[in-house]
């Protein structure tokens, strides 16, 4: 009998193609965004990975200065005088290609004779390049196929590359083939000698760093021997650290995606639950005429299963298209966040065989539930619609007092003290389980509270539809929890979005005081360049309208941890433009000021665990330094760390005269326009300058943000997709069931119009019902993801910004989303001849 | 004549096929008139009660109710044609499970513009009338299938309508029950002056009735009781 059932069951669906089509695509959409994320992410992590390992080769350490690069002198002495031979100097620089202007390259400059223990691309003995050629004549190049392909370049052809801040033509010595595996990364990767690298890069006499393969005794012996301002690092921990970087990124995203399926699995949950519901005459059939609850059990969860297995391989494909919009989503995110270049890579056939069993496990879990329902029907004749209702609202209490536990749960998880993002993400999706919970429950009181406006309004139709709604606690409380769920999933990431942003904006307007910015062009190093030498500042000085100037040197230093950013500045005339969140500002300041401190960024604080008044040590010229750390500031431009400096202290513990960034106030009463126009030809003249005003720059600030968070928008909308579908699927399969009631209605006389608006009306009210719930639960998830998610993730704190709005734009999405929802079956019931809809089980 | 059929047909769509159901169906039923439809099942007695009640539409044919030809109808003067002049009862009662007693008795007062105190006076004095005053404000999953027929009653007697047409009223009820549901349906329309038609497989209603229609073959067989 099981078989019949089951056959009548696949009939049912396939006469309601509607239904069966949302259903399929809840699951697919659900699968497709957690696999396209999944892909994208992975498809970057091992474009990392494998970039940092052609970078990085067989090195185990590397040699670095605290300066950013290394006197060339040194790795002749490291030969000589302590028999390291496993050891190959590189130059390691950002180059721009006229050619390909849509990406960024990296030029890898390396000694060939030295590279066989390190790597094997650029070695005597790799296939037949000249590598005589490559080092005898300058302005040579080696360039992967998939480079020389794009370029459509080949052996003694030319090309234009952009290093040092110049434009020079190189002439291709060689082509390597690269394994299929690092084709694409290798594809960003251009190899140079030595000699020649540093004549493009203007790095005459220096190099970037040596690596080694170092046992652990010529470890220990190097680093004795080395000068104060040499570092030895493990090479694992460099080639990682932007891995490692972009990893709270990632969950972040693997995290958003979890939460699309999570909505998708509530969804998937819903559309089962109805199927049971419509079908609950057919179940109490056949269960009259002997079928066993195990049966009954097994054959619900199959057909599920069924559903899920089809919706899931449609959301396979669908997850794969996605995966390759994302991709470039993802890149670009991260290259905005990090100032990291990277190339996809084909990602890994586990990414689907991860979304299929997903997507079936997730359908199963939300199966569960309908199947047990469905084996606990009764035998037709003692069910009655009125006793399902009855036991729906039995069941309220003892889902609120669960809810209740699992957001005590929760909230025990988010408080607990760890900087652990999956934790944190733990108690994000326990306080998302608590609501599911918990909307059933609230659903009834919030209906019943709008149920008096509604009459009033509507008269006996508004009244038949808040009881409508109401009255049908076991469908409209699992499509308000639905749409509800997803309105405060999308509203609370919007506010997180809203408050970041504004956040940002205050972080901006504090920190962006000067009235004119004057930069180095990027690819030009601090060194390279005459345009920030002292005369020219004096020269900034004294042109009409300057009130004064602050003089800034940003600079990255090498850690056992990775590298460590160091703004060192000399204030203008509005001060430091720092906002302390930790240690008394004035006192921050003034120690600033005194050059015996440093104030860290919160990211730094939160990642090594430094406190203020603590020691912080720093590799300085002349060895490592320790400073009291004053203060601890907001600062949202990296999310690595960086520390802030007067000038002065770090011009005498790095001997690093140079500058990066100057500042220029306008005079109060000065002609903005004169000034602005001379800083144009101070700039111009230099030829290495780049010129911005304040608004400028905040300007492109907030480009960069919101494009960083186009990625979560996109997110946020699919999850929002998703629970539109879900949504749609749950009020279509509602208001279908009413179809004998609507009929009735009908024969009593309500014109087509009043029957369309009844039903809009009452898909509309279970929208407003979900919207007015999502607006706390939006709140609270915003909260969890500003002081939560957020500060573990990226170490930044922030203040939660709630516009009105903001949750407005939710109430009226849900509103919108069930109202667009109600269309068709509003239409369809209308029109749907009567005697059909009277006739109608 | 009231309500007028003229080589009314219907066919339903069976398979791509026609699958005729009425075949030149000629009725006449005058003001007042109790007529009862009989005829096996699937002969086609809720057909007919569903075209004159402008549910349905007749394949080829005219209704004509006072006069009107119900063809030349949308479906919106359809639908104001029964708010204003018909009244319904179905088999399964057909009450609105989210409104109470008293506010389905209200429903078709509302849809015809009677609101207030006069019409909840009305409503009171039905529900007295079918012995259900003291179930007012009781939903109608709270009542026996006897009380939720007789409020089904009362709801197509409530706004004072020309024809009531049911269909197989008593065919969910016990035999004492059905007694007394035809008795009250059959007391109130008299009193009114309300046309009454009705399908039923009754043979106690057969025998109250005025007239009685058999339905075979898709032709109306005429009788008198």
Known sequence: ??????????????????????????????????????????????????????????????????????????????????????AAPVIE?????????????????????????????????????????????????????????????KIGSHFELVAGGREQRVEVAGVIEVDRARREVAGAILFADIATAQELTGMIGRITRIDLVLSPAEAALLESVAPPDVLLLPAESQGQAIVEMTRAFRINLTALSFLALVVGTFLIYATLSFLAVRRRQTIGTVRALGITRRQLFGVTLAEALALGAVGTAMGLLLGHLLGSGLTSLVLRTIEDLYYAQSTAVRPGVSIYIKGALLGLGATLIAALAPALAAARTPPRALQSRAALERGTRQRLPTLAIGGAVVAAGATAILMVDTQSLI????????????????????????????????????????????????????????????????????????????????????????????????????GVADGDSDALRPDAIATLRGLPGVAGLSLARWSRIPTADGWLQIRAIEPGPDGWGLRIVDGDP?????????????VISESLARRREIAVGDSFVLPAASGPIGFEVAGVFRDYSSDRGAVVMRLGAYRHHWQDENLSRVGVYLAPGADAGALRRALDRFAADSGHLNLAARAELRATAMRIFDR????????????????????????????????????????????????????????????LVAGLIAMPLGVVLAGVLVYVVNERAFGWSMDLAVSPAGLAAGVVMALGAALAAGMAPAWRLARMPLAAALREE | MQI?????????????????VLDGVDIDIVQGEFVVLVGRSGSGKSTLLNLIGAI???????????????????????????????????????????????????????????????????????????????????FPDELSGGEQQRVAIARAIVHEPRIVLADEPTGNLDLETAHDVIGLLDRLCRDAGVTLVMATHSREVIGLADRVLTIRAGRVIEARP
């Open chain 1, 423 to 522: 934790v944190a993400f733990a108690g994000l999706f326990g306080v998302v389980a608590a609501a599911a919970l918990l909307i059933p429950a609230l659903t009834p009181w919030v209906i019943r509270v709008l149920q008096a406006p509604a009459a009033w309004i509507g008269g006996l139709p508004g009244r038949l539809t808040a009881r409508a709604a109401a009255a049908s606690l076991s469908r409209t409380g699992v499509a308000v929890t639905a749409l509800a769920l997803a309105t405060a999933t999308v509203m609370g990431i919007g506010l997180m979005i809203a408050s970041f942003r504004g956040n940002v904006a205050d972080w901006l307007d504090q920190t962006l005081q000067a009235d004119f910015h004057l930069r180095l062009a990027p």
């Open chain 1, 93 to 153: 620089a950002p180059v721009r290609l006229p050619a390909a202007p849509d990406r960024a390259f990296t030029l890898l400059g390396v000694d060939p004779l030295a590279e066989a223990p390190l790597r094997d691309e650029v070695t005597p003995g790799a296939g037949e390049l000249d590598l005589v050629r490559l080092q005898t004549v300058p302005g040579t190049v080696i360039l992967p196929q998939p480079l020389a392909d794009r370029l459509g370049a």
């Open chain 1, 1 to 86: 009998m099981s078989r019949l059932f089951a056959r009548a069951g696949r009939r049912f669906l396939l006469r309601h193609p509607g239904q069966l089509g949302l259903a399929l695509v809840g699951i697919a959409l659900g699968v497709a965004v957690v696999v396209g994320v999944d892909l994208a992410n992975d498809s970057a992590r091992r474009g990392f990975e494998l970039s940092a390992a052609l970078v990085t080769g067989r090195a185990t350490h590397q040699l670095v200065g605290v300066s950013g690069t290394l006197p060339d002198a040194m790795y002749a002495r490291l030969r000589r005088e302590l028999g390291i031979h496993r």
């Open chain 1, 586 to 598: 004035d006192a921050a300041r003034t120690s600033l000021q005194s050059g015996d401190a440093v």
């Open chain 1, 708 to 767: 960083t968070f186009t990625i979560t928008e996109v997110l946020r909308w699919l999850a929002g997709l998703v629970a539109f579908f879900g949504i749609l699927s749950s009020l279509l399969a509602l208001e279908l069931e009413r179809t004998r009631e609507v009929g009735v209605l009908r024969a009593i006389g309500f014109v087509p119009a009043q029957i369309r608006t009844l039903v809009i009306a009452q898909t509309s009210l279970l929208g």
């Open chain 2, 4 to 20: 007028a059929l003229r080589q009314v047909s219907k066919s339903y769509d069976a398979a791509g096929r026609g699958l005729p």
């Open chain 2, 56 to 138: 349905d539409v007749p394949t080829a044919g005219e209704i004509f109710i006072d006069g009107v030809a119900c063809g030349a109808l949308d479906e919106q003067a359809r639908a104001l044609l029964r708010r204003r002049q018909l009244g319904f009862v179905f088999q399964f009662f057909n009450l609105i499970p989210t409104l109470t007693v008293a506010e389905n008795l209200l429903l078709p007062l509302e849809l015809n513009g009677r609101t207030g105190a006069a019409a909840s006076a009305r409503v009171s004095d039905m529900l007295a009338e079918v012995g259900l005053a003291d179930r007012a404000d009781r």
